[in-house]
Nanobody, 115 residues
Framework: QVHLVESGGGLVQAGGSLRLSCEAS????????MGWYRQTPGKQRELVAY???????TYADSVKGRFTISRDNAKNTVYLQMNSLKPEDTAVYYC?????????WGQGTQVTVSS
């Protein structure tokens, strides 16, 4: 069983920064992918960024140059540093862990960016 716990969401003004954290616990494989997705009402969940255990990262075009994903493999934790936030970044952000052909999700954390 795998459990993901996110933290760090909140309310911030446009141009501000937030840092999200997600700690995974349980049976965690050494080879996996950890990432962040986001969702707004009425829309599909979309990829924000992911980071493989080998250190490869991928970002959605909408966040490139503003968001940075990183991870601490010893702590099974992934981070998302979000800078220059825009109102359109407002969403529920979900942590994701993919390993062994299975995907696991956190409960989500709300990020609200005011204009």
């Amino acid at each position: 069983q795998v459990h993901l716990v996110e933290s760090g969401g909140g309310l911030v003004q446009a141009g501000g920064s937030l840092r999200l954290s997600c700690e995974a616990s349980g049976s965690i494989f050494s080879i996996n992918v950890m990432g962040w997705y986001r969702q707004t009402p009425g829309k599909q969940r979309e990829l924000v960024a992911y980071d493989t255990s080998g250190g490869d990262t991928t970002y959605a075009d909408s966040v490139k140059g503003r968001f940075t994903i990183s991870r601490d493999n010893a702590k099974n934790t992934v981070y998302l540093q979000m800078n220059s936030l825009k109102p359109e970044d407002t969403a529920v952000y979900y942590c994701n862990l993919y390993q062994g052909l299975s995907a696991y999700w956190g409960q989500g954390t709300q990020v609200t960016v005011s204009s």
